[in-house]
């Protein structure tokens, strides 16, 4: 059973940075196409960020340019580095592969609460 525990999350003021970690058990990141999503209140999930097997990073124009993933295979664990933090980033913050046909999501995990307030 693959495991999902994302952590770094918090309460931030607009322009600030976190640094966002999530621990993969039960499976091996770089075998998978690994993403970051969000998931603010009303709304619905979407892909912030997702590093291929290759290390090919790619961002939707709401963050591109602020945030960046990375992945350590040593330690099976995937980061998500978010600076120039805004109000409109405030949400649930999840890790997960990118789900295909033949490779579905793994069972979430609890996610981290990213709040932007002043």
């Known amino acids: 059973q693959v495991q999902l525990v994302e952590s770094g999350g918090g309460l931030v003021q607009p322009g600030g940075s976190l640094r966002l970690s999530c621990s993969v058990s039960?499976?091996?990141?770089?075998?998978?196409?690994m993403g970051w999503y969000r998931q603010a209140p009303g709304e619905q999930r979407e892909v912030v960020a997702t590093i291929n097997k290759g290390g090919y990073t790619n961002y939707p124009n709401s963050v591109k340019g602020r945030f960046t993933i990375s992945r350590d295979n040593t330690k099976n664990t995937v980061y998500l580095q978010m600076n120039s933090l805004k109000p409109e980033d405030t949400a649930v913050y999840y890790c997960?592969?990118?789900?295909?046909?033949?490779?579905?999501?793994?069972?979430w995990g609890q996610g981290t609460q990213v709040t932007v307030s002043s």
């Open positions: 039960g499976s091996i990141i770089s075998l998978n196409i």
């Open positions: 997960n592969r990118i789900s295909t046909s033949n490779s579905p999501y793994w069972p």
